[in-house]
């Protein structure tokens, strides 16, 4: 069957293929930008997916890396990219290459930033090589300031054989709103950008997906406009819903109870009761800070950091640090990081 998130997907395909084809071709100077936004589970990461196992020629190199959401760090993005790879052969200072990667052993001095990012912009341009590759960048929406710099460099970069593809929610979903408006604008206003916004499914594509999945037979009128209110015509939910109730027929996708996961939480209130401290250690995580810079930062230690993180998840329902430095966004709570 083919993944629902791949159905009513046919055009986003189509330009996808297209912008590797140009830059396959050479026939522009820079990468080729395309910037796929759309809601949680609505299918981003599967259309990318798609993509790549369908280009051809296939890239002679692929960059994935996505944000660090349990514990940000600057440069997050190449830090994965860099993960379990060998560098050895990089013409790159060890100490930077060391800084960028997040190593352990990476020394406490960093260089300037500007120095810095033009030394991740040449680590990138060393990794890509003759290209063509495909730059993959995951959930831009939580990803750290430097990160998101970069990517607008390598987005504007002279002669950098490579399709950039970026993911991200909408910006009311990130952590800092106005900082992911600003990096989305950046990409999408390079020439030649494309920008897709991926919907969710229609109520006709929601019963395309249950034809395919009921051997060809489609379900009753009423039965998709059910499961199309359902699940508000998102793919994830809908693939959820169906391996849930994979074997009691069409109609129990309508009448047996959602999976425990889908069940939409209670709001959390605004007047949620922090302490002091814990306002103080939000503020930190709004900044996107690790608990390591946190605790520098405010002057205690990591463990102590790491409590006050753990009753901040709690006291807020947030399942990570970044819905909790959501939640304080969302309820425009007054809280900031401290200086140091």
Request: glycine content about 8%; aromatic content about 2%; overall charge neutral.
């Amino acid at each position: 069957m083919m993944p629902v998130s791949m159905v009513g997907r046919a055009g986003e395909l189509a330009e996808l293929d297209r912008a590797w084809a140009a830059v396959v071709s050479g026939r522009r100077p820079a990468p080729t930008v395309t910037v796929i936004t759309g809601a949680a589970g609505v299918g981003k990461s599967l259309l990318v997916g798609a993509a790549l196992e369908g280009f051809t020629p296939r890239p002679a190199v692929v960059l994935a890396g996505a944000a660090r959401v349990h514990d940000p760090a600057p440069y997050d993005w190449l830090a994965a990219v860099l993960s379990g790879r060998d560098t050895s052969g990089l013409d790159l200072p060890p100490d930077a290459l060391a800084w960028l990667a997040q190593q352990p052993t990476a020394p406490r001095e960093r260089y300037a930033p500007g120095t810095l990012l033009r030394l991740a912009v040449r680590t990138v341009r060393l990794l890509v090589g003759a290209g063509p590759a495909v730059l993959v960048v995951e959930d831009l929406h939580a990803l750290d300031p430097a990160s998101l710099n970069l990517l607008g460099e390598l987005a504007a970069a002279p002669e950098l054989p490579a399709l950039l593809v970026v993911a991200s929610r909408p910006p009311a979903d990130a952590v800092a709103p106005d900082l992911t408006v600003r990096a989305l604008a950046r990409l999408c206003g390079v020439r030649g950008a494309v920008r897709q916004h991926l919907a969710p499914l229609t109520a006709a594509e929601v019963a395309e997906v249950l034809t395919q999945v009921y051997d060809g037979t489609r379900p009753a009128e009423t039965v998709v406009a059910a499961v199309w209110r359902r699940t508000g015509g998102n793919p994830y939910v809908l693939t959820e819903l169906l391996a849930a109730h994979a074997g009691s027929g069409p109609d129990g996708l309508v009448h047996e109870p959602l999976p425990e996961h889908l069940v939409p939480r209670p709001a959390t209130p605004p007047d949620a009761e922090l302490t002091g401290r814990e306002i103080d250690v939000l503020g930190c995580l709004v900044a996107g800070m690790s608990n390591k810079q946190a605790a520098r930062a405010l002057g205690i230690s990591v463990r102590t950091v790491t409590v006050h993180v753990s009753n901040l998840l709690r006291k807020t329902g947030s399942a990570s640090r970044t819905e909790a430095a959501l939640w304080a966004v969302r309820h425009r709570l007054p809280v900031a990081a401290p200086p140091g």
